[in-house]
């Protein structure tokens, strides 16, 4: 018994998750993020739907998500 816990245990644990590529889509919006740190709030696209994601520094030209 322990070992068929064991096992699925093993298989839950070990699933990993299908990540998509989304593209930034050129636009980039500067402000200030609630810690103070000066933020590039970049544009992206997936599946056409459109999302915001907050970096410090430049935004990357695609990213992972999930």
Do not use: D
Not at 19 to 37: E, F, H, I, N
Not at 40 to 48: D, E, I, L, T, V
């Amino acid at each position: 018994m322990k070992t068929i816990i064991a096992l699925i245990f093993g298989l839950v644990v070990s699933t990993n998750a299908i990540a998509a590529t989304a593209y930034w889509t050129g636009q980039v919006r500067y402000g200030q993020s609630v810690t103070g740190q000066y933020v590039a709030n970049c544009q992206y696209m997936y599946a056409g739907n459109y999302f915001w994601q907050a970096f410090v520094g430049s935004c990357p030209s695609s990213i992972e998500v999930y």
